[in-house]
């Protein structure tokens, strides 16, 4: 038709593969921000639909024996401590419908262990991490970008109360790790990513009325899905849509 081009051309790849791709939805912001709080409200509330959530916490690569020997000088903050690439193949072929093998950290070895999680392609993929929109590559695949806004101060007492009282360290090391790491990976890596966010929530999980907002806009494209698989014929007026 010629009409069209680029990124506003209509996909027909629905039809072409008998599925409608799935809604993916990125969720990022700093340590204990309050992203898996908010993803669980979201899946709570969608609780009709079929919703996959994937962590890029299962991304870590596993540390060698000299890592290990130091780990308190190893950076867990970092985009460089992830497999991006393998998370962006895992994200490509959920995204295209397809199962994959997530792999499985282990936060005592830190060591990725064998046994992999098989997850099957669903209507939402929820992709969950302090930098899940640092690779642009990742941040293309997503239909709905949230940002976790939750102040410092909060996102710092939340993890010396987790890391002291639930991982049983001690308060110097949380606190030595957090000025060394978390806090400049935050503002040098987390923060500026904060410009690619579609929405921005502030306070995170207490946040009632922005996880409902966030719920209808959702069921709205859901819905949108259904319709275009009810009347074939509107699949030609279907555009790839960044919100
Ligand atoms: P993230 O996934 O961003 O690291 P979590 O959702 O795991 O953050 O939250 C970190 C910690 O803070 C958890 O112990 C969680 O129970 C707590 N938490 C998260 N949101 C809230 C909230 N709105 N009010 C109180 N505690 C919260
Ligand atoms: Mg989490």
Redesign the pocket.
């Known amino acids: 038709n010629g009409s069209v081009s680029g990124e506003d051309q209509p996909t027909t790849s629905g039809v072409e593969n008998g599925h409608q791709e799935p809604f993916v939805i990125g969720v990022a912001?700093g340590?204990?921000?309050?992203?898996?709080?908010v993803c669980k409200m979201i899946i709570d509330q969608l609780r009709d639909q079929r919703v996959v959530v994937v962590t890029q916490e299962s991304f870590y690569y596993g540390l060698s024996d000299e890592e290990l020997v130091h780990v308190h000088d190893y950076n867990f903050d970092h985009p460089d401590a992830f497999d991006t690439e393998l998370l962006l193949s895992c994200m490509e072929n959920l995204k295209h419908g397809k199962a994959v093998d997530i792999p499985n950290y282990n936060f005592k070895t830190y060591k990725s262990v064998a046994s992999a999680r098989k997850v099957n392609p669903s209507d939402v993929i929820i992709l969950e991490g302090i930098l899940v929109f640092h690779d642009s590559r990742v941040r293309d695949l997503m239909n709905m970008k949230i940002f976790?806004d939750t102040d410092a101060d909060v996102r710092l007492t939340?993890r010396i109360r987790?890391d002291t009282i639930e991982k049983g360290r001690d308060i110097k090391t949380v606190l030595d790790q957090y000025s060394k790491f978390v806090k400049p990976a935050f503002e040098d890596f987390i923060l500026p990513t904060k410009k690619y966010a579609d929405i921005i929530i502030p306070?995170?999980?207490?946040n009632d009325v922005a996880i409902d907002l966030i719920v209808q806009h959702i069921r709205t494209k859901l819905g949108q899905h259904d319709l275009c698989k009810v009347h074939p014929n509107l699949y030609v007026i279907q555009t790839t849509y960044q919100i």
Request: hydrophobic fraction near 15%.
């Open positions: 912001g340590a204990s921000s309050g992203k898996s709080t976790v939340r987790r306070r995170g999980g207490d």
